[in-house]
């Protein structure tokens, strides 16, 4: 009697489809994208296992340019999820609303969310005229909506940097002698 090679108990790799996953991030500068890198990187941790996650990132300011926010749109009219982070303010940007107007008609009525992370001096409330005007934006499109009040960091340097600046200000003895060192000057010429 002779045992089958092809036992279907064996522990053979295959690949498995993931489910695709697409995000889209609008943020508006530094400290608007650093909030959005940490749900970003919340949320692959969560979703790489079964999903095939793809992340399209758009500072606002460059979507002033028609063939990047065209390109922008396009994403985020096929995205399965939309992250706008920006500041409080009484309303978004010029831009951000022409980037908007641009996806909202073209959203298929298809399960996908909008996420709102909004920067403010307390992390207890966003300027009610924004979160609106986003909550209505979802409406209009079909998509849920999460808002994400945060406080707003102040603007400190990278405490590497800092390390690196100071660093760089010392003048050690051996840098010191270097400084006052008279050269000679080097004589290149042909008949020296």
Same mark, same amino acid.
């Given at each position: 009697?002779?045992?089958?090679?092809?036992?279907?108990?064996?522990?053979?790799?295959?690949?498995?489809? +993931?489910?695709?996953?697409?995000?889209? !991030? *609008?943020y =508006?500068?530094?400290?608007?994208?650093a909030r #959005? $890198?940490?749900l970003y990187?919340?949320?692959?941790g969560q979703?790489?296992?079964?999903?095939?996650?793809?992340?399209?990132?758009?500072?606002?300011?460059?979507?002033?340019?028609p063939?990047?926010?065209?390109h922008?749109?396009?994403?985020?009219a096929e995205?399965?999820?939309?992250?706008?982070?920006v500041?409080?303010?009484?309303?978004?940007?010029?831009?951000g609303?022409?980037?908007?107007?641009?996806w909202?008609?073209?959203?298929?009525?298809? +399960?996908?969310?909008?996420?709102?992370? !909004? *920067?403010? =001096?307390?992390p207890e409330?966003?300027?009610? #005229? $924004?979160?609106?005007?986003?909550?209505s934006?979802?409406?209009?499109?079909?998509?849920?909506?999460?808002?994400?009040?945060?406080?707003?960091e102040?603007?400190?340097?990278?405490?590497?940097?800092?390390?690196?600046?100071?660093?760089?200000?010392?003048?050690?003895?051996m840098?010191?002698e270097?400084?006052?060192?008279?050269?000679?000057?080097?004589?290149?010429?042909?008949?020296?």
């Amino acid at each position: 009697m002779t045992k089958s090679t092809s036992s279907p108990e064996r522990n053979e790799p295959h690949w498995e489809p +993931k489910f695709p996953f697409d995000l889209v !991030v *609008a943020y =508006e500068d530094g400290a608007t994208r650093a909030r #959005a $890198l940490q749900l970003y990187h919340h949320l692959a941790g969560q979703l790489l296992d079964d999903y095939d996650f793809k992340c399209a990132w758009w500072k606002l300011e460059h979507l002033g340019e028609p063939a990047l926010r065209e390109h922008a749109v396009d994403d985020a009219a096929e995205a399965n999820m939309i992250v706008l982070s920006v500041r409080n303010k009484k309303e978004l940007p010029a831009i951000g609303k022409t980037w908007i107007e641009g996806w909202l008609p073209r959203r298929e009525n298809r +399960k996908s969310a909008l996420v709102a992370l !909004v *920067a403010s =001096e307390s992390p207890e409330s966003g300027d009610p #005229a $924004l979160i609106n005007y986003l909550q209505s934006v979802a409406r209009l499109a079909h998509m849920d909506f999460f808002q994400h009040a945060f406080g707003q960091e102040k603007q400190t340097a990278d405490p590497a940097m800092e390390q690196v600046q100071a660093r760089a200000s010392v003048v050690t003895p051996m840098l010191e002698e270097i400084l006052n060192r008279r050269t000679s000057a080097l004589r290149w010429g042909i008949n020296e």
